[in-house]
């Protein structure tokens, strides 16, 4: 870069933030034009997206997501991840959580781990939600044809806490929420940012949300993909590409100093690997996030649910069909793809989201993506 630009973008960093206000009126309609990490210039590690460069690029997962927004001081929402669109129940798929740092509310991990399948669609939502979401999603599987006998269902919810944005003790989701989460769920495009379970979320003291990105494998690698999905509410020092970020722009007002939270992270892959193998691949998104700059504050409830499409386990098989399964040796691949899609979910979680109004006057602002381009002029990168 010549001198005089380098200089010129220098000083622009420099300036306070004086437009937030200004983003933030006009956040509603600029929202679609918000930039994707990839549009930055943004794309972190050798693996080339899928298609969608999201979690539905793994064959069978749909998401749905429902955002509440209510007067002044509700901003909540669902989001759901189903890795196929079957009776869950009836066929498990072999699934893994990691947990990096249990201060949070994450319903049936230990039924997960202890068995190494999961039987439901994965809900999301805030933290004073979590039992009214799980008691949703348990009657919508009992209901489902084939489940009239069933006497016991493990459903599987996590959370975040939306309460500086969102009237949280006031438990706005409701099943109906839930309901029309799950049946809206599609495979295809994911909506990211200020959305579902991320609309009254903040990272890194800006407002972050949901973001997902996948990874495919070279064929000499055995062209598995990759997917992740993300709900950022955690805090640390931003940095995106390896640009310390948070040197230059901090967020105006008390969240520049807010520190805990949490992360929600949703793997899948249709990989052939077994429960253990995915706690493997669990452990290493949690990697991504600390290469966002995650610091792993005491208050921030760091979740992994990892699962693979490949080996369907039905529920009342007394001997269960062989399933293959990867050698130790394959898995590196895997584990780099996990870090990059989740490091650049977490960057399009904060870069799609919005400039939100929320609880008491409280604001979280969308971060300048202007500012972000000068600073990645200055750093050399396109």
């Keep these: 870069m010549p001198r005089k630009l380098s200089t010129l973008v220098a000083v622009l960093l420099t300036l ?32 080339s997206p899928g298609p969608l460069n999201a979690i539905t690029d793994v064959e069978g997962v749909e998401v749905g997501q429902v955002t509440i927004v209510r007067g002044e001081n509700v901003r909540t929402g669902v989001t759901v991840i189903l890795p196929h669109a079957g009776n869950m129940f009836q066929e498990k798929v072999a699934a893994s959580v990691y947990v990096s740092n249990a201060f949070g509310k994450l319903v049936g991990s230990t039924q997960v781990n202890e068995l190494g399948q999961i039987e439901t669609p994965i809900v999301l939502t805030n933290t004073l939600s979590v039992w009214d979401a799980a008691a949703a999603l348990m009657d919508w599987e009992l209901a489902l044809p084939g489940n009239q006998d069933v006497r016991s269902i493990n459903p599987v919810v996590g959370e975040t806490n939306d309460g500086w944005l969102n009237d949280i003790r006031g438990r706005h989701v409701k099943a109906a929420d839930v309901l029309r989460a799950l049946a809206d769920a599609r495979r295809g495009p994911v909506a990211e940012g200020t959305v579902g379970a991320g609309e009254g979320t903040i990272a890194f003291g800006w407002k972050g949300g949901i973001g997902t990105s996948s990874r495919r494998l070279p064929e000499s690698d055995g062209g598995y993909t990759v997917g992740v999905l993300v709900q950022t509410n955690f805090g640390g020092r931003l940095a995106m590409d390896g640009v310390p970020v948070w040197r230059y722009l901090e967020p ?23 429960s253990r193998q995915l706690h493997r691949l669990a452990k290493r998104a949690i990697f991504g996030m600390a290469r966002a700059g995650a610091t792993g504050s005491n208050g921030s409830g760091d979740y992994v ?3 693979s499409t490949t080996d369907v386990i039905p529920a009342n098989a007394r001997i269960l069909p062989p399933i293959s399964r990867l050698n130790e040796q394959t898995l590196s691949p895997l584990f780099e793809a996990v870090i990059d899609a989740t490091e650049e979910a977490i960057d399009d979680s904060l870069l799609r989201a919005t400039t939100v109004h929320g609880r008491d006057g409280h604001v979280a602002y969308a971060i300048p993506i202007g500012r972000l381009r000068l600073l990645f002029a200055q750093y050399g990168r396109d």
């Excluded at 309609?29 to 590690?45: D, V, Y």
């Excluded at 807010?258 to 052939?272: H, K, L, N």
Aim: with cysteine; charged share 10%.
């Design 252 to 274: 105006p007002g008390a969240m520049g100093k807010r520190a805990d939270g949490s992360c929600m992270i949703v793997v899948a892959t249709d990989a052939p690997l077994t």
């Design 305 to 307: 649910i990892a699962f």
């Design 16 to 47: 306070p933030l004086l437009t937030l206000p200004c983003i933030a009126a006009q956040s509603g309609a600029a929202s679609a034009a918000r930039p994707r990490a990839r549009q930055l210039g943004i794309h972190p590690g050798p693996y």
